[in-house]
């Protein structure tokens, strides 16, 4: 809501631009492909499936043949990007690519990835490091950017697209949910004890979701 009223507010003040971003076509995805792997022997079927597949949304492109990669499904010989199989796997959902990734984290980042999903989209790195199950949380973080889910900024941090925080939070099982967010609650009442009115949505949000 509040994100609205700043929308609005700008567009009033003419300082707002928006453009509206459609779907690749399967001659855009071939040239994202081919910006990505500058020098590829993948076939035009597969191209056509990958465009199909992701309904032409260049972030899901991007991201399938990110996890292809790691995957193995795709790989350099001879100075080429090629399929390493004919049986590969093109994940169905972006939320499919979302828990694809997830497999692949460590422990640590993965709890780590929990606990700032119940922050929100963006956070302070103060504050996810404030993760008392963890004795490591920087490196756990820095995983996280590693593997493309989180970028940082100085102090802040966000995750890299909107899907991977709402994919994540809502994987949390009930009983680890009330637990980050508690947790979170007593860190923003020890860290502004002398100032809680900077932080009372804060503290009402996280609080509200424990017991």
């Not at 350099?76 to 979302?98: A, C, F, G, H, N």
């Not at 963006?122 to 820095?142: G, H, I, M």
């Not at 947790?183 to 979701?209: I, M, Q, W």
Request: with cysteine; aromatic share 10%; charged share 30%.
């Amino acid at each position: 809501e509040m994100l609205q009223k700043t929308i609005e507010t700008m567009r009033d003040e003419e300082i707002l631009f928006e453009m509206k971003l459609e779907n690749l076509d399967s001659d855009e995805v071939l040239s994202l492909v081919n910006n990505i792997y500058t020098s590829n022997e993948f076939s035009q079927s597969f191209v056509e499936n990958l465009s199909s597949q992701c309904d032409g949304n260049p972030f899901f492109v991007v991201e399938v043949l990110r996890q292809m990669q790691e995957e193995g499904s795709i790989a350099k010989q001879d100075e080429e990007y090629v399929l390493m199989r004919e049986d590969y796997r093109i994940p169905s959902t972006l939320e499919d690519v979302v828990h694809r990734r997830m497999e692949m984290l460590e422990p640590d980042a993965m709890a780590l990835s929990e606990y700032a999903s119940c922050i929100g989209r963006e956070f302070e790195r103060s504050v996810v490091f404030s993760f008392k199950f963890l004795e490591d949380a920087p490196t756990a973080l820095d995983k996280l950017e590693a593997a493309g889910m989180i970028i940082g900024n100085n102090g802040i941090a966000e995750f890299s697209h909107a899907i991977f925080q709402e994919v994540i939070y809502k994987s949390i099982g009930d009983r680890w949910k009330s637990t980050y967010h508690k947790s979170l609650g007593e860190y923003y009442e020890n860290a502004y004890k002398n100032k809680l009115d900077e932080v009372l949505f804060d503290l009402a949000r996280h609080f509200s979701k424990t017991k």
